[in-house]
Every structure is written in structure tokens, then in C-alpha cells.
Nanobody
């Protein structure tokens, strides 16, 4: 599956952004989809995932501020990011995992200024 992430940009702290991830195939049967991010000089880390049954999981750092969702009819996954902080800055990657295979999108840059 190919994944195309979009929606990143430069935003002031406290504002919101919504990231979108377009999949090249129907996402109904995919086990897990989600978002990871990588800040400069740091390892890629989990942000949020959504499982086939719509169960969600968030990192502690974004819990209560970010919301992951999906639209099966459009083969899209979204990440609504609210109350953004400078430490949310990084490249955000869309991912999918199914039957042991993991696919990554190209990443979209999010920069939060203080």
C-alpha cells in the first residue's frame, strides 16, 4: 500500500493542524494505521494508531490533544492536532501495518513556533 501524507506546516503554539493520509487501497482490512513523528536528532516515535476495530492508542505526550480518525469510504486517516506545542515539531509519517508488513508514507513537516 502507498501512503501520501499532507497537511503539515508552520503554526504558532496553541493552534491546530490536521494531517491527512491517503492510502492507495481500501483500508477496511488493514490491521493498524497511524502516525509516527521524528524530531531532529531523535528517533522516530509513535504518536497515535487506530486499529481495524477503531480502537485507538496515543502516546502520553499527545493524549488529550490529538485525535486520530479514519474514513473508510475515502481510504483516509487523519490526525487532528490541537493545542500544539513547540515539542510537537518534527516530520510526521503515516504508516500502515498488516500481516506483519509495515508501510510508510513520505512524511510531512510540522513546525510549531513558540
Amino acid at each position: 500500500v502507498q501512503l501520501q501524507a499532507s497537511g503539515g506546516g508552520l503554526v504558532q503554539a496553541g493552534r491546530s493542524l490536521r494531517l491527512s493520509c491517503a492510502a492507495s487501497r481500501n483500508i477496511l482490512g488493514i490491521d493498524t494505521m497511524g502516525w509516527y513523528r521524528q524530531a531532529p536528532g531523535k528517533q522516530r516515535e509513535l504518536v497515535a494508531i487506530i486499529a481495524r476495530g477503531s480502537t485507538t492508542n496515543y502516546s502520553d505526550s499527545v493524549k488529550g490533544r490529538f485525535i486520530i480518525s479514519r474514513d473508510i469510504s475515502k481510504d483516509m486517516v487523519y490526525l487532528q492536532m490541537n493545542s500544539l506545542k513547540p515539542e510537537d515539531t518534527g516530520v510526521y509519517y503515516c504508516m500502515s501495518r498488516n500481516v506483519g508488513y509495515t508501510y510508510w508514507g513520505q512524511g510531512t513537516q510540522v513546525t510549531v513556533s513558540s
